[in-house]
């Protein structure tokens, strides 16, 4: 695959990769949104009823958009 760098330790292993984010920006973010979804995998959730009862409560303008969420 072109555009990605592999670096290996004496062994021979890839240990890291170099993304060309010009051609792969798209994978980055995928990549991304998985390591910050891993990060936060113990913390506490919150429901999505409270969140849009927190909105509404607050009056503010984006629990429209919260409406639309399908889960």
């Known amino acids: 695959m072109t555009g990605i ?4 330790d004496a062994k021979g292993r890839k ?3 170099v993304i060309d984010l010009k051609k792969h920006g798209a994978l980055w973010e995928d ?3 998985v390591l910050v979804s891993r990060s936060r995998r113990h913390e506490k959730r919150i429901p999505l009823e409270k969140v849009k ?3 509404r409560r607050n009056g503010d303008a984006s ?3 919260v409406e639309r969420v399908r889960i």
């Open 5 to 8: 760098q592999f670096i290996t």
């Open 15 to 17: 240990t890291a990769a």
């Open 31 to 33: 990549i991304e949104d």
């Open 53 to 55: 009862a927190d909105l």
């Open 63 to 65: 629990v429209r958009d």
